[in-house]
């Protein structure tokens, strides 16, 4: 069975303590890899997609990496607004229609 | 401004009175989707649209319904709601090669 699988499930950093969240998959064929945040009562917002290993993107002091089993979100220097749920998704070739496989995601709370 | 539109954002109703959550994207997407996010179970697919008047079923389907008339409009339709349906729901759209998503703002529904 396709599944996403995250940890930690929570994480609390100090401010400026970097840090990664993981993000294992195990999908027959990876299409996509999916990175969104989710503030508290929100829609998730679109963060990176990664598409084949080695590729990596950045965005401020967010870096996603992928391999051929997992991902990884670093976290650079982290600040209070940071602080939010983040979502990885998979996203598979063939008979579901690229449809997203999310996983439960990383509750990231970063302390000032 | 590029968006998914869910209304309402809160409701609270009671148990067989049936309902319609409405969702519009501006974005002339093919793909739209509806999810349920629960504490401890993440985003699980309910149903989804590749195009007008196509829809399939997601992993949980039992007790929605769905329809795609117009390109723009993806409504979730519950005939009947029960408790069980108490719930944070997204909408997302994405165009045909399915890369990208934007998610509403979320409705949160309290069956009682």
């Known amino acids: 069975e396709d599944q996403v699988t995250q940890s930690p499930e929570a994480l609390r950093l100090q401010e400026g303590e970097s840090s990664s969240l993981n993000c294992s998959y195990t999908v027959s064929g990876l299409r996509g890899l999916f990175w969104y945040r989710q503030d508290p009562g929100k829609g998730p917002e679109f963060l990176f997609t990664?598409?084949?290993a080695g590729e990596e993107k950045e965005k401020e002091r967010l870096k996603a990496t992928l391999t051929k089993k997992e991902s990884f979100l670093h976290i650079t220097a982290p600040k209070p607004e940071d602080s939010a749920t983040y979502l990885c998704a998979a996203q598979e070739y063939g008979g579901s229609q690229g449809n997203l496989i999310f996983g439960k995601g990383t509750k990231l709370s970063v302390k000032p | 401004e590029a968006q998914v539109t869910q209304n309402p954002r809160y409701l609270i109703t009671v148990t067989g009175k049936k309902l319609t959550v409405t969702c519009s994207q501006n974005?002339?997407?093919?793909?739209m989707s509806w999810y349920r996010q629960d504490p401890g179970l993440g985003l699980r697919q309910i149903y989804y649209s590749m195009n007008v008047e196509v829809t399939d079923k997601g992993d949980v389907p039992e007790g929605y319904k769905v329809s795609r008339k117009e390109k723009r409009n993806f409504p979730l339709i519950l005939e009947s709601p029960s408790p069980n349906q108490t719930s944070l729901y997204f909408c997302?759209?994405?165009?045909?090669?399915?890369?990208?998503?934007?998610f509403g703002s979320g409705t949160r529904l309290t069956v009682v």
């Open positions: 997302a759209s994405s165009s045909h090669d399915r890369r990208g998503y934007t």
């Open positions: 974005m002339n997407h093919e793909y």
């Open positions: 990664l598409y084949s």
